[in-house]
């Protein structure tokens, strides 16, 4: 009898845990844009530092 329960329960906490995990992992959409601008002024600064290498000005 108890295993039954455990085999009716388990599944229902695991989906349970999977969709607050889930719910709690979103990012909002400022979060996301900040990321956005922070990735494309690093690439921007990564450039600028390689076109410098390449022309022997550190």
Do not use: C, D, F, Y
Not at 13 to 40: D, F, M, P, V, Y
């Amino acid at each position: 009898m108890e295993w039954m329960i455990m085999a009716v329960l388990g599944p229902i906490l695991l989906g349970l845990g999977l969709l607050w995990a889930i719910a709690n992992n979103r990012r909002s959409r400022a979060q996301k844009q900040l990321t956005e601008e922070a990735t494309r002024q690093r690439r921007a600064e990564e450039h600028a530092a390689a076109k410098a290498r390449e022309a022997g000005v550190e």
